[in-house]
């Protein structure tokens, strides 16, 4: 629905409202999810409806991995050998690299006992 915007201008009436219409549309955004993490490796999706660039997902008592991009619903796993002891928290996008339409799903935790 449009917003309508006041402009006030000598002799208007105090309530009067532009005719114009300022459109309110909302961007189309990535949004990064780590959707599942297990003790060997992590699957992260983009639930957004606009590419996600380049991102990287970190776990800790693992390390980074680096992505080039996301496609909007695509998702990627990555895996790794060793079980680690501790807890696993993956975070997509730790440095805000990519503007998303939720920056506060991209975190699950996972305490590992192998």
Do not use: K, Y
């Not at 390390?63 to 990627?76: I, M, Q, Y």
């Amino acid at each position: 629905m449009p917003v309508m915007t006041h402009h006030p201008r000598a002799g208007d009436d105090p309530g009067a409202i532009d005719p114009v219409a300022t459109p309110n549309v909302a961007q189309p955004l990535p949004d990064l999810v780590i959707g599942a993490l297990t003790e060997t490796g992590f699957t992260v999706t983009n639930n957004g409806t606009a590419a996600a660039g380049p991102f990287v997902v970190s776990v800790t008592l693992i390390g980074t991995f680096s992505f080039t991009g996301l496609a909007p619903g695509a998702s990627a796993t990555r895996t790794w050998s060793v079980c680690r002891r501790g807890t696993l928290t993956a975070v997509a996008d730790r440095g805000a690299s990519v503007a998303e339409s939720n920056e506060t799903n991209n975190t699950r935790s996972l305490v590992s006992d192998c």
